[in-house]
């Protein structure tokens, strides 16, 4: 992570929910408690680019069986 940098075009809301489902989807080790974690800066784009609404975002989770979803993002958002 220290290597990572960011670049970025200030576009709000962001693709969090399409974001968050692309993470369920890859792979993880078998019987590896799976996690996500979102940090964003800004609200989420709704409907998304492939995600329509956060419910169906949350059915992937569930689908993909994420043990648990971290989020850390601003008090408004």
Do not use: M, W, Y
């Not at 059915?59 to 069986?65: A, C, I, N, S, W």
Request: proline share 5%.
């Amino acid at each position: 992570v220290g290597r990572l940098r960011c670049v970025g075009n200030n576009t709000i809301p962001e693709s969090a929910l399409d974001g968050v489902v692309e993470a369920a989807r890859q792979p993880f080790r078998q019987g590896a408690t799976k996690v996500v974690i979102l940090i964003t800066d800004a609200e989420p784009l709704v409907p998304d680019l492939e995600t329509r609404t956060v419910k169906e975002a949350a059915d992937v989770l569930k689908k993909q069986g994420i043990d648990q979803l971290h989020t850390v993002l601003r008090r408004a958002d």
